[in-house]
């Protein structure tokens, strides 16, 4: 056996997490920016001078097409490099195993679940298509499954740019369970042949069995004349409308499949969709909400239930971040954990001041949100199939103005962030959690939600120019720079280089959005961040930093309501969306400012009083009411 390199480049190797025909796929670490790497490297010794100019070509063209993507369901290229031994490319690593594996170990996937796979697997593909990259050779092996329940799509070993003629047409590439006709034929290949590749998967996991069945030859044949068995014969539970849309999805020409992954995500979705009962009519009062509960647990294996609540709001303990209001009566939480003691727990917590409905399924508690509003959201992100971050992130677009709460018993870093840049929630609870504090906590959302259950919510469009500016903190000017070549025709950039220099931009200019790299004064600029938004909620901040600590982000999340995180190296693409989507949030809050109210965070009256808090205070004090007047 091999001895394992010490290192790969900068990168010290930590084991291997597999093998193929040509290479290894190493577990690395980035010492200088204290991440964990994957490493796909190959051996120039193992092929001939040939095989070897091509092979690399072709690893390089990899590194080109899925270097440019940056997208949650891919997983993403950090760096290329080559030596005298070896060529390799640095990717995400993915705490996760291959769906492949899963397929082995699982009797069988419920309807819903594999609709949230392929959910997930056609975002990806659809964002591959847009930046006109073709990956032609999906597979069960080559979607990874995260520990937390998302997918990533790998290996892009043989996709195709556009603009790219490294792999000539005559060519046949791809895994040929999955492959469409036009691979099996040598023809051009378009995105059309990814749609037939999710159109299998799809199958397959619905089925229990692929299309077609046999040794390469086999079918191939039968990829090109044959017509796969109707799913509904093979499963009950499959309806003729799936039948229609997985058929068209793997139809022989490419001309006759859908025109995007788009197209086949809604089409998917639609029919998935149309298995769940209907909508119940009438008003969301307490019985009919009891009655639509018992209605969705008698047809459902998952528990939808309710615990009858009484008329009372909860005593406010404490500090709380928001006037609570004591003559509110009856707020509705939905409560989403794939753990029945979890779910006990919460039930028997809140069952006395609020109507709690529970249930272990994402796509249930989806289903409950269209058809009736609830006004907390708590849901746990470790889940199978819908993470919590997922399933708040759909549920802010059915329900804008319930109050979304994340229930985590672990910290990994990316998924925290992921839950604020995806799921735009509330407030970041740990487990297990202080009662009392999250008794506080909901208490708070519930008063935010009916205060603001019916405002009309216009999202504001944005004006080539704006007055507000963008305020970048950094010690170094190269952020300051980005961003005002971003968004610096738009409105305003300014530097500051240390908490001083900030208070006196704030003092003079109107701030829209503040850009903080937090280990510039680290301390200093935590403590103005948490400040600003208990004194100005309507200013939002993105963060920028190269931290692994988990708690001091979910400290940030908590109490300064961070906006959105971005992790170093910054990627400039995410950097723009995100500036211009506080900056349109920013405006909104202008034209509905009771919306402020889900962004006031707790006032820690032991950082106001220090000295450092009293100088920030001072600094900022009329901020709010200079530019929105109080309220």
């Known amino acids: 056996m091999t001895a394992l390199p010490e290192k790969i480049g900068k990168y010290e190797i930590q084991g291997i997490l597999g093998r193929g025909g040509m290479g290894v796929v190493y577990k690395g670490y980035d010492r200088a920016i204290a991440r964990g790497v994957a490493i796909k490297a190959i051996s120039k010794g193992s092929l001939d001078e040939h095989a070897l100019k091509h092979v690399v070509a072709r690893f390089r063209h990899e590194a080109q097409a899925v270097g440019r993507l940056v997208h949650p369901r891919i997983v993403q290229i950090y760096d290329y490099g080559e030596d005298d031994d070896v060529a390799y490319i640095v990717m995400e690593l993915v705490n996760g ?3 492949s594996d899963h397929i082995l170990r699982e009797n069988g996937y419920e309807i819903s ?15 591959a298509h847009a930046a006109r990259v073709v990956h032609r050779d999906i597979k069960p ?30 060519d046949m590439l791809g895994t040929p369970h999955y492959m469409a006709p036009e691979q099996f034929l040598g023809a051009e290949i378009g995105l ?26 086999e079918v191939m044949q039968a990829a090109l004349n044959a017509e796969p068995a109707l799913p509904s014969t093979l499963q009950a539970a499959i309806s003729p409308q799936l039948d229609q849309v997985l058929l068209k999805a793997m139809a022989k020409k490419a001309s006759n499949r859908y025109r995007s992954a788009g197209e086949f995500a809604a089409a998917f979705s639609a029919v998935i969709e149309a298995s769940r009962e209907p909508a119940v009519a009438g008003l969301p009062d307490a019985a009919a909400l009891l009655g639509a509960a018992r209605m969705i647990a008698a047809t459902s294996s998952f528990d939808l239930t309710l615990a009858p609540g009484n008329d009372d709001m909860p005593d406010a303990t404490g500090d709380s971040a928001i006037s609570l209001d004591t003559g509110v009566k009856k707020g509705r939480l939905l409560v989403i954990d794939d753990e029945e003691r979890i779910l006990s727990a919460l039930k028997s917590l809140f069952r006395d001041r609020y109507h709690v409905f529970a249930t272990t399924d994402g796509n249930k508690a989806l289903d409950f949100l269209r058809r009736y509003q609830m006004h907390v959201i708590i849901s746990d992100q470790r889940m199978p199939v819908m993470t919590g971050v997922e399933l708040l992130r759909r549920s802010r677009e059915i329900s804008p103005h319930s109050v979304r709460i994340l229930l985590t018993g672990y910290s990994d870093l990316a998924s925290i962030v992921g839950s604020i840049n995806d799921g735009e929630i ?13 008794r506080k906590t909901v208490a708070e959302g ?13 999202t504001a469009d944005l004006p080539e120019k704006m007055e507000a500016g963008v305020l970048v903190i950094d010690k170094g000017y190269d952020l300051q720079r980005v961003a005002r070549e971003l968004v610096g025709s738009r409105c305003p950039v300014f530097y500051a280089p240390d908490l001083e220099a900030a208070l006196a931009v704030m003092l003079k200019h109107e701030i829209a959005v503040v850009i903080a790299d937090i280990e510039a004064g680290h301390e200093q600029i935590m403590t103005m961040l948490k400040i600003l938004k208990q004194e100005n909620p309507q200013i939002l901040t993105i963060v920028v930093t190269g931290a692994s600590d988990s708690e001091l982000v979910i400290e940030l999340i908590n109490q300064a309501q961070i906006f959105r995180f971005l992790n170093k190296p910054v990627s ?25 109210d889900a962004h006031r965070v707790q006032a820690a009256e032991g950082i106001r009083s220090s000295s450092l808090g009293q100088r920030i205070l001072a600094g900022i004090e009329n901020l709010r009411g200079r530019w929105f007047g109080n309220k």
Do not use: C, M
């Open 572 to 596: 400039v693409r995410l950097l723009k969306g995100h500036v211009e989507a506080a900056l349109q949030r920013y405006l909104t809050f202008r034209q509905t400012p009771q919306l402020l």
């Open 97 to 99: 195993k291959p769906l």
């Open 426 to 438: 509330y407030r970041f609870i740990s487990k297990p959690w202080d009662s009392a504090e999250l």
């Open 113 to 127: 679940e594999v609709g949230e796979i392929i959910a997930q697997l056609l975002d990806g593909v659809g964002h």
């Open 446 to 458: 519930v008063t935010i939600a009916l205060e603001i259950a019916n405002t009309k919510t216009t």
């Open 192 to 217: 059309e042949a990814d749609i037939y590749s999710v159109g299998v998967i799809a199958y397959e996991l619905l089925t229990g069995r692929k299309p077609f069945t046999g040794n390469t030859a």
């Open 141 to 170: 092996a080559n979607i990874l499954v995260n520990s937390d329940g998302r997918i990533k799509l790998s290996d892009f070993g043989i996709a195709r740019i556009e603009s790219s003629n490294l792999t000539q047409i005559g």
